[in-house]
């Protein structure tokens, strides 16, 4: 159920609630008051309005809107409870700031947004809380939250500590034991990358999900609960980065996966001086397109 549909399912009940406390023939109260009453814009109120005609629980005629009717429990329309999981909100949050819609500075409205993200107002204040440690959040002066902004400064430290965390990674997956699984997920990957590369005219939208996947496994290896915690917020926001950012992606995407595929035969062949320099070039490339992203978005 979309968030549009809920909205209109839970005005549409309480409409309902309000019907079955007026008597038939009653009038209803003016477009604006149902929309201030019920917290939802009168197109959403108008919406309802011809919904509740249409069965026959009230009549509408311009401003003029009469109870004909009681509404009854089989009336009322379900509502399915879609609120977000907490593990879900923060992925939530960051492709809302990702859509580089939302300046540094911007004071957040906890009401707007706990709407927005379908939580309680009480879950994303302790989401928000848990995320300012990663420097993305602060709590402001006077009690609320402040956006501190995707900045070039910022994205200029994640990609720097994006590269220890990963660096380390390769060095690990080095010294994994032949029958580790993660040279049966380096081979799949690879076979991957290369059908994409054989698409790439048509699919290349697919390297957004391969990107994650790919990082996910070489970071997989470390067994360090530190670095997990970190990665989880980096990958999430290069993998934003990568659906949101959609000049040359064609072009882009394709030298990439040319730069996944050097790694992987890289490690493959288990030459540890080749599969760090390969390393280095994508981490180099990743975080001169994501400075150049934010840049064509005019945030630095």
């Known amino acids: 159920m979309a968030r549009s ?10 409409l309902i609630d309000l019907c079955s406390t007026s008597a038939p023939g009653s009038a ?4 604006n008051a149902l929309a201030e009453r019920t917290g939802v ?33 089989e009336d009322r329309l379900s509502i399915k409870d879609e609120s977000l999981k907490p593990a879900d909100l923060e992925g939530a949050f960051l492709e809302w700031v990702l859509r580089f819609d939302v300046p540094a500075g911007t004071p957040l409205n906890i009401a707007q947004l706990a709407r927005e993200f379908a939580v309680t107002p009480h879950i994303l204040q302790e989401f928000l809380a848990s995320l300012s440690r990663f420097g993305l959040v602060e709590r ?24 220890v965390l990963e660096l380390n990674a390769i060095q690990h997956v080095l010294g994994s034991h032949v029958d580790h699984e993660i040279w049966t997920e380096l081979e799949a990957l690879r076979r991957a990358h290369l059908e994409l590369e054989a698409n790439i005219d048509t699919n290349y939208h697919d390297f957004s999900r391969l990107d994650e996947q ?17 990665q989880k917020v980096i990958s ?11 000049r040359d992606e064609k072009a882009r995407n394709a030298a990439a996966i ?36 934010l840049r064509d ?4």
């Open 5 to 14: 549909d809920k909205r209109f399912r839970e005005t549409y009940n309480a």
């Open 28 to 31: 209803l109260p003016s477009e």
């Open 41 to 73: 814009s009168r197109t959403v109120i108008r919406s309802v309005l011809q919904r509740l005609e249409d069965v026959g629980i009230v009549t509408w005629e311009g401003r003029q809107k009469t109870v004909l009717r009681s509404a009854t429990p």
């Open 140 to 163: 402001g002066a006077k009690g609320g939250w402040l956006l501190l902004g995707f900045t070039a400064d910022f994205a200029v430290e994640l990609s720097e500590f994006r590269s």
């Open 214 to 230: 790919f990082h996910a496994a070489i970071n997989s290896v470390v067994k360090n609960r530190f670095a997990s915690e970190f």
């Open 236 to 246: 999430l926001i290069f993998h934003y980065h990568y659906m949101w950012d959609k």
């Open 258 to 293: 040319r730069e996944h595929l050097a790694i992987i035969a890289a490690l493959q062949s288990r030459d540890e001086d080749a599969a760090l320099a390969a390393a280095r070039r994508h981490l180099k490339t990743s975080m001169t397109t994501l400075l150049s992203s």
């Open 297 to 300: 978005h005019r945030l630095v």
